[in-house]
């Protein structure tokens, strides 16, 4: 041996590919590639952010235990029992780090979020797909494949890159048919743009049961994804092997303060998920209307819209067309979509915008 070799299951993971910030010629007329909030983040979050400066020697509160106290009063959870990441996806890893290795299997849906192969392979163990149903979760067939090997199954819900969402039923369902041994994560990524009651009990799950962990993120509704800060709920021991291999000082004093001050800003959260519903129905009615053109909506209960290109014009096109004029999605050809961009809603004038950008692209 003449240098360091990596570990073969590393040099097995597929890179992550972010949504581009920059089109091709630079100029940018709308980012709608990561699904962050067009509306921000709410003023006290940004001034809690501003006001945090005055301590950047010292180290940020390790327990995070301020934060941890707001997010449990906001979903009425016990703070001792939730865990903090540098973003939603460290929680991802620390799930994957603590009960999954070599030899193992982790299960999640074809159209996936990407992160869950590149946590299952970091760890050495295999990723066993589960086929979709129309683009959606279909719990039957995670169900199917489950083994004696399995440890994990992850599912976001909404899912993302698809924007579909499975019912309370069917969560319920999912955690029953499984395994005890096996621990079940519910990725709620985008849960603050669901209805109260279209809820999908995920949480309730994660107070009772001892095999279910529930993620949270700053970076989507609460407009704070500069800062890096998800969270996670679970039982007392599942948190407590999480926490084993976190590191030390993972959120920002100032990320810290800003996703307080975010929780606290209801007005703003309920503000964006109008928003959001407003535009994303508009969007998918416009979408609807290409519909001759062999485009298509797959129904979003999320902040993006996955549209699939089943005609003369190929997602790959539109999404140069899009470029050319400005607007940056997101083609997944990677996650295996060639067929489908995922376009994030925007404000009023970039929802419109990028309609009016395909409608100019598919009439050639
Ligand atoms: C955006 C996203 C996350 C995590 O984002 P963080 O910025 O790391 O918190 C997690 N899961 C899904 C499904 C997402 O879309």
């Not at 106290?69 to 929680?91: F, K, N, Q, W």
């Not at 295999?126 to 086929?131: N, Q």
């Not at 303060?257 to 309920?270: K, S, Y």
Request: overall charge negative; glycine content about 8%; some cysteine.
């Amino acid at each position: 041996m003449t240098a360091p070799i990596p570990k073969p299951w590393i040099m097995d993971i597929a890179p992550y590919v972010p949504g581009r910030s920059k089109t091709d010629d630079g100029r940018v007329v709308a980012k709608l590639s990561s699904n962050e909030n067009p509306l921000g983040t709410a003023p006290q979050a940004r001034a809690a952010f501003d006001a945090a400066h005055g301590s950047l020697e010292r180290y940020p509160d390790a327990g995070a235990a301020e934060l941890r106290e707001a997010i449990a009063a906001s979903c009425d959870l016990d703070p001792a029992r939730v865990i903090y990441g540098t973003g939603s996806d460290e929680v991802l890893h620390l799930a994957a780090g603590a009960f999954a290795g070599p030899g193992d299997e982790v299960i999640f849906v074809r159209y996936g979020f990407a992160v869950y192969e590149i946590a299952t392979r970091r760890v050495g163990a295999l990723p066993v797909i589960a086929p979709d149903r129309d683009y959606a979760t279909d719990v039957d067939a995670i169900l199917a494949a489950v083994t004696d090997k399995t440890r994990i199954v992850f599912v976001a819900n909404p899912n993302n890159p698809t924007g579909t969402f499975i019912a309370r039923e069917e969560i319920a369902r999912l955690h029953a048919g499984l395994p005890k041994w096996v621990l079940l994560v519910i990725d709620q990524a985008y849960a603050e743009y669901i209805d109260a009651e279209d809820d999908d009990h995920g949480l309730e799950l994660a107070k009772t049961k001892p095999n279910v962990l529930v993620t949270r993120t700053f970076s989507k509704i609460f407009g704070l994804a500069a800062e890096r800060i998800g969270w996670g709920y679970a039982s007392a021991e599942i948190i407590d092997a999480m926490h084993r291999i976190r590191a030390p000082f993972n959120v920002t004093t100032a990320g810290q303060a800003a996703a307080i001050a975010a929780l606290a800003a209801t007005d703003f959260v309920d503000a964006s998920r109008a928003h959001n519903a407003q535009w994303r129905e508009w969007f998918a009615g416009e979408i609807e209307k290409l519909g001759n053109a062999g485009l298509r909506a797959v129904p979003s209960k999320a902040n993006f819209v996955l549209v699939l290109f089943e005609g003369q014009v190929t997602a790959e096109q539109a999404y140069h067309g899009l470029m050319d004029r400005g607007y940056i999605v997101r083609w997944l050809p990677g996650q295996g979509l060639p067929n489908a961009l995922r376009i994030s809603i925007g404000t009023a004038q970039e929802t419109q915008g990028v309609a009016a950008a395909l409608r100019e692209i598919v009439a050639g």
